[in-house]
């Protein structure tokens, strides 16, 4: 996926509405409810956020590494901001261990942090052991990682697939595709372009309750 820059007009163009809970035909994985709300995806931000951002992304993913810190700075900053971080390892072998590390690392509390360790590896071509050697140095416990990721990999793999399966239901073509609220954006953004369009979801939230 190639970046994109965009204005207000522009961002009503080029984004595409959710048509509701039942957009999504298919088996309950990749209903609306699942995709914002399954029980297994990690979650940051704001728990009772007035605007859920799902990020589906891949850590040999440069465009998707491009936009982490953005918005991770933009959840924060606004702090009304629910984030559902979707794991979607489509690009290489190493994207796949990639984010059965990440999802590992949520049994001891450290997903986030696992998270952002793996999306500031440069490069689209990550080796394993970089992977596992920038886990380590954000501070998480490797040992219990390992024992988390063998006992609960019947869970890990499961959550991919479901992942997978609601990233093709949706048509996705690869990755970053962010849903903000009922717009889909499959594009890079920056901190401006995030804002943007949390805004734009927020406008279109408040039209509904009029």
């Excluded at 609306?32 to 940051?44: F, K, L, Q, S, W």
């Excluded at 998270?115 to 416990?141: N, P, Q």
């Excluded at 040992?143 to 048509?171: F, S």
Aim: charged residues 25%; glycine residues 8%; contains cysteine.
């Amino acid at each position: 996926m190639g970046p994109w820059r965009f204005g207000r007009a522009a961002a009503l163009a080029l984004t595409f509405a959710l048509a509701g809970p039942q957009a999504i035909a298919g088996p309950s994985d990749v209903s609306r409810e699942m995709i914002t709300a399954d029980p297994a995806a990690p979650v940051g931000g704001s728990a009772d956020g007035d605007v859920t951002i799902v990020a589906y992304v891949d850590y040999n993913c440069g465009f998707c590494k491009k936009s982490a810190s953005a918005l991770e700075k933009l959840v924060k900053d606004d702090g009304k901001i629910r984030l559902v971080y979707k794991d979607w390892p489509i690009l290489a072998e190493s994207s796949v261990f990639g984010a059965k590390l990440a999802l590992a690392a949520k049994y001891q509390g450290r997903y986030e942090a696992a998270h952002k360790a793996l999306m500031t590896l440069k490069g689209g071509s990550v080796s394993t052991d970089r992977m596992e050697a920038a886990v380590a140095a954000a501070g998480v416990d490797m040992a219990r990682l390992k024992t988390d990721a063998a006992a609960k990999d019947k869970e890990i793999v499961a959550l991919l697939k479901r992942n997978d399966a609601q990233a093709r239901g949706m048509l996705f073509q690869g990755t970053p595709v962010y849903l903000i609220g009922p717009l889909k954006v499959a594009a890079s953004l920056d901190y401006a372009e995030f804002k943007e369009a949390v805004a734009q979801a927020r406008e279109r939230a408040a039209k509904r309750t009029l």
